[in-house]
């Protein structure tokens, strides 16, 4: 089925380690987004991307990486995982900044 | 930086009544989109409506409806005749055109009463 696949579902990191969230999508969409989510807090933006080659900071991407070496990927990697980044993440995309639409089912990690 | 404001942070509604959530945003641009997103327990984001600013037409589907007052910077989403499954959590979200980014409120967590 055509959409926005993450993987893992769960996750559980002990502090200091590192992981990789994958994202990939099946339908050619240019944007790709991840976002994380807090209980109470909604959803902030940690990176973005407009295209293979191209990504940008959202507005919480200390701890984190992103790559786009292609148009359906898009990694999301935690380094030296901290407490704080506990949290709910969701990879998103879109063909057009005007059709948001697609969400990945999300991620749950815990860092212990 | 643009924001976006749940002021409700719960609601409830008997099924078949109808309820209106709250939403407002501050922006000094002129065209933007907004969204509402529906949260269900099972995690998935479900987009639910959505509206061009440049439209001055409230955006419908199906039970649920948007008052969409630009001047007043105000977006609140009704639901009528609710149903047992529209119990979930909604996000309100902004989209500035060219900005590429959605921004979200905190959420309004919505319980439907049988």
């Known amino acids: 089925n055509a959409g926005v696949t993450q993987t893992p579902k769960f996750r559980i990191l002990k502090i200091g380690q590192s992981m990789t969230l994958q994202c990939a999508q099946d339908m050619n969409h240019n944007y790709m987004y991840w976002y994380r989510q807090d209980p109470g807090m909604g959803l902030k933006l940690i990176y973005y991307s407009v295209g293979a080659g191209i990504t940008d900071k959202g507005e919480v991407p200390n701890g984190y990486n992103v790559s786009r070496s292609t148009t359906e990927d898009f990694p999301l990697r935690l380094e030296l995982a901290a407490p704080s980044q506990t949290s709910v993440y969701f990879c998103?995309?879109?063909?057009?900044?005007?059709?948001?639409?697609?969400f990945g089912q999300g991620t749950r990690l815990t860092v212990v | 930086a643009q924001t976006v404001t749940q002021s409700q942070p719960e609601m409830s509604v008997q099924e078949a009544e109808t309820v209106t959530l709250s939403c407002t945003y501050d922006?000094?641009?002129?065209?933007?989109?907004l969204f509402w997103y529906k949260q269900p327990p099972s995690r998935q984001m479900i987009l639910v409506i959505r509206q061009e600013a440049y439209k001055q037409q409230n955006a419908t589907e199906n039970r649920f409806s948007v008052n969409f007052q630009k001047a007043a910077k105000s977006f609140s989403l009704k639901i009528s005749d609710s149903q047992l499954g529209d119990a979930a959590m909604y996000f309100c979200?902004?989209?500035?055109?060219?900005?590429?980014?959605?921004?979200f409120g905190k959420g309004t967590l919505l319980t439907v009463n049988p």
């Open positions: 998103a995309s879109s063909y057009d900044s005007r059709y948001w639409a697609f």
């Open positions: 922006t000094s641009e002129s065209d933007y989109y």
């Open positions: 979200a902004y989209d500035e055109r060219s900005n590429y980014k959605l921004t």
